[in-house]
């Protein structure tokens, strides 16, 4: 007879895995096959930050029946990956992290939340850089680094946001960065990426990616040099261009990157609804090389009207003409070429050295000696957060879809269920499809008419990408 910890052990085994992917060089790579990962991603907060609340024990990863909605509807519209901003490490997330694994959906996770002592501040960073900030961010590390389908950490997003924070912020910033590599180094068993999330502020954009990319004179495991850098960019807006949306400007400043560069938000959404011609751009050959892809904003209609879906207070769910523009815009692309590129065989960039020329707006911070570690830090990394709140994959019993889903003129969408991939397979538009009312306006009426909305603030942490943004993008197309 076989012991349960046998059991166990087979019984996890036996659950299938997308492949584990590796940030080397400037690109993720799938090392089963040798090629280039693109995301195809979605921002991923159902209720926006009040979907995080310590107090009622939820966060968008603790309901599986929630989750299991979800992942069939991002499922059907063909991402592979999700990112989740606020995460609450004594929570269970096994089932949805399994959830997402089984629908081949990769998690890019931020450690840090918008309440008080789980995030570093702009203002006076010194003042939120502190031992039991650090250790709740190390627990988040700690509850998703088993996961196979963990891609990446998010060790901060937009902090810096205009050059009074470009003053004060940046040696936090890479600091934290640094603890949470040392942190994974010494307790996880896989080098999972950890990089920073930037506003789109031209201004302080390069400043920014130049600080958290180069390496300490002399360091070849530089542990403060950030694995990835992404940007939040809200330029391209309406049927915009390459060149009018500035995006040119993008692949000209990141290219020659030591790191993987992606958007990890995009899909400005004046006009609305949004059209999402951008996705061709992000996947074609004007970006690829510099580019892996990018993160759409978001998953679910909040006030600030950036919604692919409506969420109804009883759980059931309503696809907003905007899911159904970004879907036939994914469904144009030839995924199987995109996902098939092999990295170049010519040596990769190197990062630079840091040093004060890298920097080129006058009061940016070009100090890189970094803050030590607060008191008690040391033993945390050292030792661990103790009690670790770790998880793991498990076997999920039903895959059907048990909320209503909608289509824009109310029918509900019959057998929606999540598609569990079998091994190494990662999700692409194609892989599950469900018959749907497609809401395209044959008579100009009613369904897709939305009326142009202004976006106010998206959430705490990830409100103010948009008005820059905005701004950088007037700046830009002037
Ligand atoms: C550290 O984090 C763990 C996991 O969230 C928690 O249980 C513990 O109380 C925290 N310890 C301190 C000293 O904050
Ligand atoms: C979303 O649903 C709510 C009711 O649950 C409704 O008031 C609102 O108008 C809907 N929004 C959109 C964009 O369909
Ligand atoms: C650079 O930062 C370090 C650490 O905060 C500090 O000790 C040092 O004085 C700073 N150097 C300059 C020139 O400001
Ligand atoms: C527009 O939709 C309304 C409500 O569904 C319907 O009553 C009306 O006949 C439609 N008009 C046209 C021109 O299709």
Redesign the pocket.
Known sequence: MLLPTALLALGASLVSAVPVLEAKDNYFINPKTGNRFQIVGVAYQPGGSAGYDPSRGVDPLSDADVCLRDAAILQVLGVNAIRVYNLN??LNHDQCASIFNAAGMYMLLDVNSPLVGESLTSFNPWESYY??YL??T??VV?AFKNYPNTLAFFSGNEVINNEETGATVPPYSRAVTRDVKNYVKNHCDRPIPVGYSAADVRDVLFDTFNYFQCLEDGKTDDLSHGDIFALNSYSWCGDSSFTKSGYDQLVAGFKGSSVPIFYSEYGCNTPSPRIFTEVGTIYGPEMTDVFSGGIVYEYTQEPNNFGLANISADGSITLLPDWYALKDQFSKLDFTKIQGAKPPSAPAPKAPTCESKLISTKGFNSNFTLPVLPPDAPE?IQKG?????VGKLVSISSWDVKHPVRNPDGSVISGLAVKPLGEDEINAPGTNTVALNSPTPTSGNGTTSATPKNAAGKSATAGISFVLGAIAAVAVAL
């Open positions: 490490p004594d031992a039991s250790n709740r190390f627990a700690e945390i957060v103790s009690p670790k709140p």
